[in-house]
Nanobody
Framework: QVQLVESGGGLVQPGGSLRLSCAAR????????MGWYRQAPGKQRELVAT???????DYADSVKGRFTISRNSAQNTLYLQMNSLKPEDTAIYYC???????????WGHGTQVNVSS
């Protein structure tokens, strides 16, 4: 059974940092493209950052230069380092795993990030 379990969310002041983690179980982690998405209240879910199995990364314009996505295949874990956080980064952050060329697509339950003074 596939499980993606996010952690690391919380309340942080503007300008602060958080590191999100996503522990993947039941998947051949190194073969999957991985991503972070977020959904703010009243808004659609949006892409934050992705990293392919080949370690190619991509970021939403709104987080470029502030967020860094990375993965550790030895630990089956995906990370999102978030620096210089802004109130508009407040959202539920979701981890996603996709096996390229298939319909194998999995989501975690999300972790809440609140940026507020």
């Amino acid at each position: 059974q596939v499980q993606l379990v996010e952690s690391g969310g919380g309340l942080v002041q503007p300008g602060g940092s958080l590191r999100l983690s996503c522990a993947a179980r039941g998947v051949m982690f190194s073969f999957y493209d991985m991503g972070w998405y977020r959904q703010a209240p009243g808004k659609q879910r949006e892409l934050v950052a992705t990293v392919t199995s080949g370690l190619r990364t991509d970021y939403a314009d709104s987080v470029k230069g502030r967020f860094t996505i990375s993965r550790n295949s030895a630990q089956n874990t995906l990370y999102l380092q978030m620096n210089s956080l802004k109130p508009e980064d407040t959202a539920i952050y979701y981890c996603q795993a996709t096996l390229p060329g298939t319909n194998h697509d999995y989501w975690g339950h999300g972790t809440q990030v609140n940026v507020s003074s």
